[in-house]
């Protein structure tokens, strides 16, 4: 079992990977001194496989316990899904001496733990990730929210866990669908480093989908340390390293939108960097090699992303929603070399329009 350290300002707290590890959790709960009361959120898919082993272990320490069990997609990050976990703590009569711990993908890490920093001004929380993309991204940096109207994490909070459990063994049954959005979020990685990550990624990355476990805990663990990086230096955003995550991501979420959360993210954000690599190429902040490059890992991935038609006005509109706007300007994360990443970048209409247009007509 390996360990990354996210050292942040409100909290130091360890991310362990490794597989087949989930039955630590008991131990772990004890080392760090954690509340047997446990009120857990789980996805139902999750539940559905592996119920019965996680009940068995929850069970075998919790002095009293709750399994709320949500149907895991976007449209649960909102206020009725937090009414509804907030109605259960509350008739099940959970205090502040609370362990709540999410197990599922990024919507159910999200909205729980929003729910967990504002139930009772904040109670114990953990992070369990099944799927690629949260053991990657969303279970760490603490980062919690819901979608509001048409803007996607509109409302939430910083909120760090406890710790997080990152069991490879649960990526194992994930459908091909599901670890290829997880991908998305790993290539995003491989740009922020230097060029090793990206040439190990472009060399194995058909291990992922013949669901290699030492394929999975090297990219998790490599992914970890990345942003736990990151996110120690700049928890809330304020110095701007921690937007350097939000390369591809402008784009990205604008497409998530406009598919009515059709398109995953993962699979958005692959996009996302496809149309990033292009304004910073159309910018000139890279050149035509440097393009044709970087662009040949997402582009493995083309045939799976399933990005429909889009109309590059609405897309357009989408993206004067981004939370990284300032000052009603749309403001770009863009690429300079491996490394060497620009945040805050401004560019006119002309040229998102250019780089949407070249993204469709790469992708769609």
């Known amino acids: 079992m390996k360990k990354v350290i996210v050292n942040t300002a409100s909290n130091r707290y360890p991310v362990f990977i490794g597989s087949n590890i989930f039955k630590e959790l008991p131990g772990l709960i004890k080392k760090y001194s954690l509340p047997k009361r446990v009120f857990v959120i789980l996805d139902k898919n999750v539940e559905r496989i592996y119920g019965p082993s996680i009940k068995k272990i929850i069970n075998g320490f919790a002095d009293k316990k709750y399994f709320l069990v949500l149907s895991a997609s976007e449209r649960i990050k909102s206020f009725k899904t937090l009414e509804q976990i907030f109605t259960r703590l509350y008739e099940e ?56 109207n048409e803007a996607k994490n509109l409302i939430g909070s910083f909120y760090q866990p406890s710790f997080v459990l990152i069991d490879t063994n649960f990526l194992k049954s994930l459908p091909e669908e599901e670890l290829i959005s997880g991908f998305g979020e790993v290539i995003k990685y491989s740009y922020l480093t230097d060029s090793v990550l990206y040439s190990k990624l472009l060399t194995d990355y058909d291990s992922l989908l013949n669901r290699n476990l030492k394929f999975f805990d090297t990219i998790v663990y490599d992914s970890v340390k990345i942003k736990s990086a990151v996110v120690s230096e700049d928890e809330f955003e304020i110095s701007g390293l921690r937007k350097i995550l939000n390369f591809g991501h402008t784009f990205a979420h604008a497409f998530e939108s406009n598919s009515a959360y059709r398109i995953s993210h993962g699979r958005a954000v692959i996009a996302g960097v496809v149309s990033a690599l292009s304004i910073s190429f159309k910018m000139g902040l890279i050149n035509e090699k440097q393009l044709n490059y970087m662009l040949e890992l997402p582009l493995k991935f083309k045939s799976h992303i399933h990005l429909k038609k889009f109309n590059e006005k609405e897309v357009f509109r989408l993206m004067n929603y981004d939370k990284k706007n300032r000052e009603g300007k749309i403001k770009f994360v863009l690429i300079k070399n491996f490394g060497e990443i620009l945040i805050d970048v401004e560019a006119d209409r002309k040229l998102i329009t250019k780089a949407l247009k070249r993204t469709k007509k790469i992708l769609v």
């Not at 504002?118 to 819901?146: C, E, F, N, Q, W």
């Open 93 to 148: 009569k959970f205090g502040r001496d609370t362990l709540l711990i999410s197990i599922g993908g990024g919507t159910i890490s999200d909205v729980a733990g929003f729910a967990a920093s504002t139930y009772m001004r904040g109670i114990s929380l953990i992070h369990i990730p099944t799927t690629l993309l949260s053991a990657v991204d969303s279970s760490i940096g603490g980062k919690t929210g819901i979608n509001f």
